[in-house]
């Protein structure tokens, strides 16, 4: 599943294509992703220009003059600046065409990717809910602090709910938490002030991290599939359940939460 980095690896790859150019048209090859596909997208799209692509969270928006085309990836979602003689495959669902003779192609096998509409001056319900950005100053770890205290909830939980800040998926919380020496198990409400400014420090390096792998790697711009932002050999927790830490040598332990493994070591993370 694209993750935050590849989604702002993406934005990256596709800004310099997109912003400044006008949408010829817009072509749906079905009706829906995983909601319908607003009208608008064909309805008020073409013959506007992009004024910028951004991002917020993992949803991207394309902005034009009356509105955004509101865009999320989903688990299997890509997109691609093609030329607009490229044929399509099988779940090239989405094409935009630019005056650049080039086409924006959504391609999402699985369609949990949505394409949705946001008028101008307005906040799609989708990101109304949303906590801030994790690279941002709003994010530090006095915010952790405040928004935690009382809370029973598994620290690691407590870090991957998009209301309190978004894009920390299980991989990058259960690193963020072995850097910050945090158990990942230990109630949200029991964390101290001092140890939140780590974990959120430990947040923002490891995200900065990915994104800057992210864009070395995807050189093509746009393939969140297969594309990591991080590279097997520098997890620490992840995906290592068996193995030995590689600060203490201790086993490394695994518990299921939230059904899916949790990796951390029992003499690091307290
Ligand atoms: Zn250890």
Avoid at 128 to 147: K, Q, T, Y
Avoid at 234 to 243: D, N, S, T
Wanted: aromatic share 6%.
């Amino acid at each position: 599943m694209p993750e935050l980095p590849e989604v702002e690896t993406t934005r990256r790859g596709l800004a310099p294509h997109l912003v400044g150019r006008r949408i010829l048209g817009a072509t749906l090859r079905r009706p829906d992703l995983r909601w319908p596909i607003a009208g608008e997208i064909t309805a008020e799209l073409p013959g506007q220009r992009i004024d910028a692509v951004v991002r917020r969270a993992k949803y991207l928006l394309v902005e034009v003059q009356t509105g955004s085309a509101l865009l999320h990836l989903g688990m299997s979602g890509s997109l691609r600046v093609l030329p607009v003689t490229t044929p399509h495959g099988l779940h090239d669902h989405v094409d935009i065409a630019l005056d650049s003779d080039r086409v924006l192609r959504f391609n999402d096998p699985r369609r949990f990717g949505c394409l949705l509409w946001q008028p101008a001056g307005t906040m799609h319900p989708l990101l109304a809910e949303l906590g801030p950005e994790p690279l941002s100053g709003a994010f530090d770890g006095d915010h952790l602090w405040r928004l935690s205290r009382g809370r029973s909830a598994p620290v690691k939980a407590f870090l991957m709910d998009q209301s309190v800040v978004v894009g920390v998926g299980n991989i990058y919380a259960a690193e963020a938490l072995f850097r910050a020496g945090i158990h990942p198990f230990r109630a949200a409400g029991r964390v101290s002030r001092q140890r939140y400014a780590l974990l959120a420090d430990a947040v923002k390096a490891i995200l900065a991290h990915a994104i800057a792998r992210g864009g070395t790697t995807l050189r093509d711009f746009i393939s969140p599939d297969g594309a990591p932002g991080y590279f097997e050999q520098e997890l620490f927790v992840y995906g290592r359940e068996g193995e030995r830490c590689k600060t203490c040598g201790t086993p490394l332990r695994a518990r299921s939460l939230g059904q899916r493994p949790t990796v951390w070591c029992p003499r690091c993370q307290r």
